[in-house]
T-cell receptor, first 116, second 113 residues
Framework: AQSVAQPEDQVNVAEGNPLTVKCTYSVSGNPYLFWYVQYPNRGLQFLLK??????LVKGSYGFEAEFNKSQTSFHLKKPSALVSDSALYFCAVRDLSRGGYQKVTFGIGTKLQVIP | DGGITQSPKYLFRKEGQNVTLSCEQN?????MYWYRQDPGQGLRLIYYSQIVNDFQKGDIAEGYSVSREKKESFPLTVTSAQKNPTAFYLCGSSMATGSVELFFGEGARLTVL
């Protein structure tokens, strides 16, 4: 069974500092990885995805993520955090190597707090 | 603009009543989904539909029902059999179930009074 772990319930970072939100995954085949952001009482907004190719993926709002196959990780990063980045971040995985419908599994989310 | 519309955003239900959450998309997506979000538990899949007139149970389908009579619509009914329905419900869609990311509506918060 596939799974996603987000080991930190909350990440605090000072405005202007780099941020990292961690994600590790487990799938039996090739992973299709996503990051989403959620603001209070709103839906999830897609940030970026990894399917294949370059291990560093760039997405919306200056975010990027690094895929590391050996460590089965897909950490979300941003060089300089903004107060407006404060939100709940979800990592998700889908196993592309299997046929038929393969559901998307979400992590439990990490709350990012950017301190002015 | 294309997107996914969930209505209403806030719903209140008395115990023993059924309630239906609406989800409409104009993205021409084939697949649609319903997720439930609870604090500290992430998103859990309730039902999904790959094509019109077909849908499948997800991980927590008990106490819920859906229909997919039109490509753009995927309403979710929370029945009285759902013992703990208070949650945030998210409707999503994608071009196909196997290969691309999901897009989500703004969500609906259901509270049982």
């Amino acid at each position: 069974a596939q799974s996603v772990a987000q080991p930190e319930d909350q990440v605090n970072v000072a405005e202007g500092n780099p941020l990292t939100v961690k994600c590790t995954y487990s799938v039996s085949g090739n992973p299709y990885l996503f990051w989403y952001v959620q603001y209070p009482n709103r839906g999830l907004q897609f940030l970026l995805k990894y399917i294949t190719g370059d291990n560093l993926v760039k997405g919306s709002y200056g975010f990027e993520a690094e895929f590391n196959k050996s460590q089965t990780s897909f950490h979300l990063k941003k060089p300089s955090a903004l107060v407006s980045d404060s939100a709940l971040y979800f990592c998700a995985v889908r196993d592309l190597s299997r046929g038929g419908y393969q559901k998307v599994t979400f992590g439990i989310g990490t709350k990012l707090q950017v301190i002015p | 603009d294309g997107g996914i519309t969930q209505s209403p955003k806030y719903l209140f239900r008395k115990e023993g009543q059924n309630v239906t959450l609406s989800c409409e998309q104009n993205l021409n997506h084939d697949a649609m989904y319903w997720y439930r979000q609870d604090p500290g538990q992430g998103l859990r899949l309730i039902y999904y539909s790959q094509i019109v007139n077909d849908f499948q149970k997800g991980d927590i389908a008990e106490g819920y029902s859906v229909s997919r009579e039109k490509k753009e619509s995927f309403p979710l009914t929370v029945t009285s059999a759902q013992k703990n329905p208070t949650a945030f419900y998210l409707c999503g869609s994608s071009m196909a179930t196997g290969s691309v990311e999901l897009f989500f509506g703004e969500g609906a918060r259901l509270t049982v009074l």
